[in-house]
């Protein structure tokens, strides 16, 4: 007999949307998460499956000492030059979709699974399509850029290059099934907003 299968939901977000307290708080309500973002940094830490076609594409310079990728390298580049980013991508994202149907399938049967995408409104129907439901955790870009600087020590300047290279909130939205505004809300009502769309999607559908 197939194993039942259980809700399967696409959740995203713009840097420093909280969508990494979403997910910590889906899986305190039962869900099994499959962190693309995790699955990208194992691919590109020493001894990833990623490393060697990195090297040959890119060079040795972009692989530090320990022969993990070097982000703030291939950061820097891919700002600069699109195609860079695009060739990044090529390797990484066969592996990373292989490993999150590996980690899928770990799921107990019945149990919603639930695909951390960082870029998901971005990547037109690859993940779209594999999901039931997509939830896009939304703030307004001057909230996103004031937590990451708290977070990270990131300059503006810096964060605000990276929200240029991600969709829009408009586009981002645009694909959601539902949409937690996560701005001036306290853990506890974020977390309710969580419960909520959890009792209605595993109630109806």
């Known amino acids: 007999m197939p194993t039942p299968r259980g809700l399967v939901i696409g959740?995203?977000?713009?840097?420093?949307?909280?969508?990494?307290?979403?997910?910590?708080?889906?899986?305190e309500l039962g869900a099994h998460l499959?962190?693309?973002?995790?699955i990208a940094r194992a691919l590109t830490a020493p001894g990833g499956l990623a490393i060697p076609e990195i090297a040959a594409?890119?060079?040795?310079d972009f692989i530090d000492s320990d022969g993990a990728m070097n982000r703030?390298?291939?950061?820097?580049?891919?700002?600069?030059?699109?195609?860079?980013?695009?060739?990044?991508?090529?390797?990484?994202?066969p592996l990373i979709t292989q490993e999150s149907e590996v980690q899928a399938r770990q799921a107990s049967p019945g149990q919603v699974v639930v695909?951390?995408?960082?870029?998901?409104?971005?990547s037109g129907s690859r993940w779209k399509d594999r999901v039931d439901k997509v939830l896009v955790i939304d703030c307004?870009?001057?909230?996103?850029?004031?937590?990451?600087?708290?977070?990270?020590g990131w300059t503006r300047e810096a964060v605000q290059a990276v929200l240029a290279?991600?969709?829009?909130?408009e586009s981002r939205c645009a694909v959601a099934d539902h949409i937690i505004l996560n701005d001036?809300?306290?853990l506890e009502e974020l977390r309710q907003e969580v419960k909520n769309i959890w009792r209605l999607w595993n109630n109806h559908g």
């Open 11 to 27: 959740l995203t977000g713009g840097i420093g949307s909280g969508k990494s307290t979403v997910a910590t708080m889906l899986t």
């Open 115 to 122: 695909f951390d995408v960082p870029l998901l409104a971005e």
């Open 34 to 38: 499959v962190d693309t973002d995790a």
């Open 165 to 169: 290279k991600q969709a829009t909130r």
């Open 140 to 152: 307004p870009a001057e909230t996103q850029i004031q937590r990451v600087m708290a977070r990270s």
């Open 184 to 186: 001036g809300l306290s």
């Open 72 to 93: 703030d390298r291939m950061r820097e580049l891919a700002f600069s030059d699109p195609g860079a980013l695009m060739r990044l991508q090529a390797i990484l994202h």
């Open 57 to 60: 594409a890119f060079g040795d």
